[in-house]
Each structure stands twice: as C-alpha cells, then as structure tokens.
C-alpha cells in the first residue's frame, strides 16, 4: 500500500531554516510528481511546492518562492522540503501528497515558527 512518511518538523526561530523529508513506499516513486502541501490553524490546506518525477522541474507558491526548495531522491524515494528565512507565518502542519490514482498523504509533521 502507498505510505508517505514526513519527518524534520520542529520550533525554530523567524529567520531560521528546517529541512523536512518525506519518504514513499508501496508504488513506483521515480514515476510520480510529489506535492508539498501545509495547514496553518483555522485555515485550509495549501500547496506550497511540487516537483516532477525526474526532478527537472519545481514550481512554488508564491509566497514561499525564493526561500523554500524541494528536491527528491529516486534512488532514496524520498523528496526534501528546504526552508530557509522561516517567517510565523509559515507556521503549520506540512504534508506530502503522491496522486495514484487516488490522492495519499501522510500524517504530516508540525512546522512552528515563533520567538
């Protein structure tokens, strides 16, 4: 079965920097695009960040471009979320998401940003 597993959430300081992962089993991880989404309190789940199966291509939402970078290893079936210049405001929940034939996600791992 298809299981995502994110990990490298924590508190850290605005300005800070994190680097989540997320590890896939259960399909073929070289064939897919993989998304990163997160869900601050109270709002809805959003995508920040996704990546092509060969990992040619990323695209970002605008508000974390030019701080945030994704990246994969198919040999590994991990994808990488880097965090850099954190802001409060980046303060949320953060999940990766795989489309086979129906959507996964894994359980997420908290991101909190705050002095």
């Known amino acids: 079965q298809v299981q995502l597993v994110e990990s490298g959430g924590g508190l850290v300081q605005p300005g800070g920097a994190l680097r989540l992962s997320c590890t896939a089993s259960?399909?073929?991880?070289?064939?897919?695009v993989i998304w990163w989404y997160r869900q601050a309190p109270g709002k809805e789940r959003e995508w920040v960040a996704w990546i092509t199966s060969d990992g040619t291509r990323t695209y970002y939402a605008a508000a974390v471009k030019g701080r945030f970078t994704i990246s994969r290893d198919n040999n590994k079936n991990t994808v990488y979320l880097q965090m850099n210049s954190l802001k409060p405001e980046d303060t949320a929940v953060y999940y990766c998401n795989v489309h086979v034939r129906v959507n996964y996600w894994g359980q997420g791992t908290q991101v909190t940003v705050s002095s």
């Open positions: 259960g399909f073929t991880f070289r064939n897919y």
